[in-house]
């Protein structure tokens, strides 16, 4: 067999994988499986809007099957731009300053691919999104990264963010995070752009759950000085609008950036789906979006509180914080682990073979991270979250550590 490229091959598969593998193959042996593993939401799509999709697809089957334009339709980029503007204050014009995706992942790569070079590195806060480490990789580009703990709201330390943003091009980061759930405070994310501003680098703004908040408001760094220079936002309709498997997102910001990230994009894919680009226009116009997100939110709300009263109940020495926005929990459960003699992924796969809860190993998301686990509390109701982090328990007093 011929070679592979260096690429593909420094690029490891993550710990992610192994356990998402895991779950499908218990499921098909027929086990109760509680899934506290996938980043997906909790509740399928508003049904009005795929009611009303049908139709579309229906009634227009020839327009619904073709190539959309590169950008994205003007039409959801000017919905995306109101969108933006009511929720943020922030007015961007919808055919210079918004490109559609698909996905937010796409988003992301196209944004690493716009900005920097090969051999350029990006600044990222571990513990974060998992994919980005392994796109930096495939891509060429260097990491480094400040570090967010959970004794201090997993916020990253200014000191670390001062010294480093030197070494880079652009920071990368996500808020509400994934996996921590954590929203950047307004000091944290003012100086991240003060500093980008300061030293001419990007900030790649990832704000892919910024309406999934159960108390405050969503930090909008784009509204700090001089952000409209420097801060490109990375959106994903996965979370709010419930359609991970449509894979729609969208970039937006500066003007040039976006005119050349439109280029990337027309090589890389063309276009984002057309059937899935009506399906956020038909949420957004109807504004069936607010109408799905005033139903979910409450039980999401209720499921997060389910969680972390369990995780203090059946494992009181793990740290946590209680996230206000998010769709994860990430207790640090050192105490346990030391107590086990286990690795986080020698943990999350013995429970997940002996107890069938599957949940992910803090080491999916950078390096430093393998005191952790990520728990996703929206996609089981609040009794099977309860059981799940109950049977957690059982193991470890099975194992004699509790
Ligand atoms: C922080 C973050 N960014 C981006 C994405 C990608 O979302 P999409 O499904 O839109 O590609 C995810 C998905 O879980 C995420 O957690």
């Given amino acids: 067999m011929p070679s592979l490229s260096r690429r593909v091959m420094v690029t490891e598969t993550s710990p992610h994988r192994v356990l998402v593998d895991l779950a499908l193959e218990l499921r098909l042996k027929g086990m109760d499986v509680i899934s506290f593993h996938a980043g997906q939401p909790g509740f399928p799509p508003y049904s009005e809007a795929l009611k009303d999709l049908t139709k579309t697809l229906l009634e227009k089957p020839f327009q619904t099957s073709s190539y959309a334009p590169s950008k994205g339709y003007p039409k959801l980029r000017h919905l995306i731009a ?15 300053q918004v490109l559609v995706t698909i996905g937010g992942a796409e988003a992301i790569t196209i ?26 990789k495939l891509l060429g580009i260097g990491v480094e990264y400040c570090e967010q703990d959970v004794n201090n709201g997993f916020q990253p330390d200014p000191e670390c963010l001062k010294d480093k943003i030197t070494r880079v091009k652009a920071v990368l980061f996500e808020s509400p995070g994934n996996p921590t759930s954590r929203v950047i ?80 994009k027309g090589y890389l894919s063309i276009s984002a789906s057309n059937i899935s680009q009506k399906l956020a226009m038909i949420y957004l116009e109807k504004g069936y979006k607010e109408l799905y997100l005033k139903q979910v939110i409450p039980e999401y709300r209720k499921r997060r509180d389910a969680a972390f009263e369990a995780v203090r109940k059946y494992l009181p020495e793990a740290k946590l914080i209680k996230p206000r926005a998010g769709m994860y929990l990430f207790p640090d459960i050192s105490y346990y682990l030391e107590k086990l003699g286990m690795t986080d992924v020698e943990f999350a796969k013995d429970i997940a073979l002996k107890k069938h809860v599957v949940f992910l190993p803090g ?16 996609t089981e109701p609040p009794e099977r979250i309860e059981e799940g982090i109950g049977r957690i328990r059982a193991y470890l007093e099975e194992k004699g550590v509790v």
């Fill in 82 to 96: 109101e969108d933006i503007k009511k929720y943020s204050g922030i007015t961007i014009d919808p055919d210079k």
């Fill in 111 to 136: 944004s690493l691919l716009t900005g920097l070079d090969n051999g350029d590195k990006v600044l990222l806060l571990a513990p974060t999104y998992s994919v980005y480490w392994g796109l930096t």
């Fill in 185 to 264: 405070s307004e000091e944290i994310g003012k100086l991240i752009v003060d500093l980008a501003v300061d030293h001419g680098r990007w900030v790649f703004f990832d704000e892919a759950y910024k309406h999934i908040y159960y108390e405050g408001e969503h930090v909008w760094i784009q509204r700090y000085p001089g952000a409209e220079e420097t801060v490109i936002s990375i959106d994903s309709f996965s979370k709010d609008l419930a359609i991970p498997g449509f894979r729609l997102g969208y970039l937006w910001g500066n003007e040039e950036f976006i005119r050349q990230a439109a280029k990337v």
């Fill in 363 to 378: 080491s999916a998301f950078l390096p430093g991270t393998n005191r952790y686990i990520r728990l996703t509390f929206v």
